[in-house]
């Protein structure tokens, strides 16, 4: 373990470095995204929701499991509507595993190849929950 540690810290630079470059901000659309999460704006909003759902994952009440998160996650992806971005009614405390698999929907029903679809929002967070669980049960991307 203490090999693997010294040899992280080492590394982490690098890892970082790439993530961003990959992940964070790929293009101008994740730059963007990016940048508003590290705005006070942000901030303020991310306490707001928190504060107000109890650290708690949204989507795991529905299933009567309590489950501590510390992520605020937009229910419309921004990707999908950039305009919902301060919107709290568009904001939910979600755990990393309903994060995980919600991402995952998202990817199947908002977008195909990287290409923004023509589809309905959904903003009902137990269709979001019924959907993202179906999608991980069925494997296959789901349009309604």
Not at 22 to 37: A, H, M, P, S, T
Not at 38 to 48: A, G, N
Not at 129 to 139: I, N, T
Request: proline share 2%; aromatic share 10%.
């Amino acid at each position: 373990m203490e090999k693997r540690l010294k040899w992280h810290n080492a590394h982490k630079k690098d890892y970082t470095h790439k993530y961003n470059t990959i992940k964070r901000v790929r293009n101008d659309v994740k730059r963007e995204q990016n940048g508003f999460y590290h705005t006070k704006q942000w901030q303020t909003l991310r306490q707001q929701v928190l504060d107000k759902q109890h650290y708690l994952c949204q989507y795991c009440l529905l299933h009567e499991r309590v489950t501590p998160a510390k992520t605020v996650d937009h229910r419309v992806s921004l990707v999908f509507d950039p305009d919902k971005k301060a919107d709290v009614s568009n904001l939910d405390t979600i755990c990393p595993e309903c994060h995980h698999l919600k991402t995952e929907w998202e990817q199947t029903y908002y977008f195909k190849n990287g290409i923004k679809q023509d589809v309905d929002e959904i903003k009902d967070i137990k269709m979001i929950d019924y959907v993202m669980r179906k999608v991980k049960k069925s494997g296959d991307g789901v349009r309604l």
